[in-house]
């Protein structure tokens, strides 16, 4: 019995794992946030993504370094719920991608 080959890796699932990852480092702690909001801000034009995307993720981005200012918690948002959504952005672009391309 063969196997069928692995699909190949785009180039814009390459940014969406490079995101996670960075996402993730800054939930462990091992990732400044000028960094994730630099590379989310660098790397997502390159996912020529639907419209509404980029102006949710500016939103999200604005207010998780708004977050890292006021201590990581501030009385309109918390830094965690917003790395929570940066995540529920990703997978929204992923299927976003997958839906153009499969």
Do not use: H, N
Request: hydrophobic fraction near 45%.
């Amino acid at each position: 019995m063969q196997s069928s080959p692995m699909p190949a890796i785009t180039p814009e699932q390459l940014v969406l794992d490079s995101l996670r990852d960075m996402l993730q480092g800054y939930v462990a702690g091992d990732v400044a946030i000028a960094t994730v909001v630099a590379a989310f801000r660098s790397q997502t034009p390159a996912l020529a993504l639907p419209e509404a995307f980029p102006r949710v993720l500016d939103e999200l981005l604005r207010r998780l370094e708004m977050a890292d200012v006021f201590s990581q918690d501030s009385c309109s948002f918390s830094s965690t719920g917003i790395q929570e959504q940066l995540g529920v952005w990703l997978d929204k672009a992923e299927a976003s991608i997958s839906g153009r391309t499969g």
